[in-house]
């Protein structure tokens, strides 16, 4: 612990410290926020209508779909409880859209705006639900970790059977750690895959589930996404 900051060493004669613009394509640019905006905010904190108390949930399942030159879906479930899912937990079901297909056609349509869409915001979507209780959450949430349970195996994939999306990826946090994976066309778990093709359709229809309203939500970003937007982008800050 100290005020200065730590030192970087190396064998090289020069160490440089740099932070490039990501690529002059757009859409690499778009997918590199869209990244990050995926994984965020890391908490969200919650106060209900009844007092000013304030509930912390952090992120405890993220699951992300990527259908190329179409669009990217992820859903998070916020809780402040990472397994045991009781009846007083609350829990928050975040959904994140990226229309691809729109951004992909205003590029071809308008490619003389070009240095504009450089600076631009992808299509982008994000929803939130705040759920008192939800036993169909929690059963879902207990249904995958039977699945995983014990991690999550890979085989090769026909080359025949190849799926319409492009990635997927998975992330569950236990208390006892976490568990990430992720696999393109190249590879495949079916059990796995069939349980996510029903929890996209699950999720589909909680995320417009008609719940009473709370009081307020503070979306807790590790970094201030306009600011974000633009370190990544190299604007003017």
Same mark, same amino acid.
């Given at each position: ?93 975040? =959904? ?22 450089? =600076? ?67 590879? =495949? ?7 996510? +093709? ?6 589909? +229809? ?32």
């Amino acid at each position: 612990m100290g005020e200065v900051r730590f030192i970087e060493r190396s064998n090289a004669n020069i160490i440089e410290e740099v932070f490039y613009p990501v690529s002059n394509i757009p859409m690499y640019r778009f997918e590199s926020l869209v990244d990050f905006v995926v994984k965020e905010p890391a908490l969200i904190h919650l106060y209900n209508n009844r007092d000013n108390d304030r509930i912390t949930c952090e992120q405890i399942f993220r699951l992300l779909v990527d259908i190329p030159n179409e669009h990217l879906i992820a859903y998070t479930v916020y809780a402040d409880e990472r397994e045991s899912i009781t009846k007083g937990c609350s829990i928050i079901l975040r =959904q994140l859209y990226w229309d691809k297909q729109n951004d992909i056609k205003q590029l071809k349509q308008f490619p003389e705006k070009r240095a504009k869409y450089l =600076q631009s915001w992808p299509t982008l979507s994000s929803k939130y639900n705040v759920f008192d209780r939800s036993d169909l959450l929690k059963k879902i949430l207990n249904d995958f970790d039977s699945t995983i349970n014990h991690g999550i195996s890979l085989d090769k994939r026909a080359s025949e059977e190849l799926p319409i999306w492009r990635d997927i990826e998975l992330m569950r946090r236990y208390d006892w750690g976490e568990l990430c994976s992720s696999w393109g066309t190249s590879m =495949q778990n079916i059990e796995v895959e069939t349980l996510i +093709l029903n929890l996209l359709d699950i999720f589909k +229809l909680e995320i417009d589930r008609d719940n009473p309203k709370i009081g307020k939500i503070e979306l807790d970003y590790r970094f201030p996404l306009d600011l974000y937007q633009k370190i990544l982008y190299g604007l003017p800050l």
